[in-house]
């Protein structure tokens, strides 16, 4: 059987014990189809050559129920095309959650310590300079099992802004929602309870930005819904142990083509992978880290 037909079938068998593990309700049932949906999509695109893509879809695929004997192939291309990708704490994390999602050893990924590729650029309570890398560093930190300075948390709590966080960590900047649903399921990962009031505040702007069908664009209150901010928002409220609003979750599978693949927002296709690798862990249940 081919990598491709193995993958399909491990998936497929997933979600049928999924179903037939418990009664789900008629909404859970559609997320999890949405999101069998998208990954079987992810499967059937080929692996690019950009490391954050592969990362992304081995991560998608692993929180959609594919073994990680299945993803084996995409983490050797991952392996050729990581030391030109990870140039920065945020890339060098992507990998490292792929790696862990897929079973191998992130600090040996294809002779490459993607590990230091995260910590080596830690200064002053900050991984990088935006808060993707921030976020994504404490996620794949806690995915390898390392150590998250105290100072990181206290850096990152206090530059919360009026509502969530923004791109650069400053407190002057425009809080952004998709940043701020990562940066909370960041923050619970790395142990910061969910009562904490940064984290209740932040996740109380976050909400107040949905839109009328439910869903959120990362511009705030107002905008189209995008796949991406949505899919951040349903996240959030799973690691915060609060179940995402019906309309939310509906208004992110209205996103979905015939193919399976998710669009970045209704009258713009954008990037259907990255929309589709963000959409198919939130559907399926799933909080990073995956493994």
Request: glycine share 10%.
């Amino acid at each position: 059987m081919s990598g491709a037909r193995t993958i399909a079938a491990t998936l497929a068998a997933a979600s049928a014990m999924a179903v037939a593990a418990a009664p789900l309700a008629a909404q859970s049932s559609a997320d999890e189809r949405a999101a069998l949906r998208g990954a079987l999509w992810l499967n059937k695109t080929p692996a690019a050559t950009a490391g954050g893509q592969v990362a992304d879809t081995v991560v998608a695929l692993r929180a959609a129920g594919a073994t990680r004997a299945a993803v084996r192939p995409r983490l050797r291309v991952l392996a050729r095309s990581g030391p030109r990708y990870a140039r920065t704490a945020g890339a060098s994390a992507k990998v490292v959650l792929a790696a862990v999602a897929g079973g191998v050893d992130p600090s040996r990924l294809g002779r490459h310590d993607y590990v230091r590729g995260v910590t080596s650029r830690y200064a002053a309570g900050r991984y990088g300079a935006t808060l993707f890398d921030q976020a994504l560093s404490f996620l794949a930190l806690r995915a390898a099992g390392r150590p998250i300075p105290r100072t990181a948390l206290r850096t990152t709590l206090r530059a919360r802004g009026g509502g969530g966080w923004s791109f650069d960590m400053s407190r002057a900047g425009r809080d952004m929602v998709d940043g701020t649903g990562l940066m909370i399921e960041a923050l619970r990962a790395a142990g910061v309870p969910a009562r904490h009031p940064h984290l209740r505040a932040a996740t109380a702007w976050m909400l107040a930005q949905r839109n009328r069908e439910g869903g959120f664009a990362s511009a705030g209150r107002g905008g189209a819904t995008q796949a991406n901010p949505t899919s951040n928002v349903i996240r959030a409220l799973r690691a915060m142990g609060r179940p995402a609003p019906a309309s939310t979750r509906a208004a992110l599978r209205r996103l979905q083509t015939r193919s399976g693949a998710f669009r970045f927002t209704g009258p713009r296709a954008g990037s259907a992978l990255m929309a589709t690798t963000d959409a198919v862990p939130a559907l399926a249940g799933r909080t990073l880290p995956v493994r």
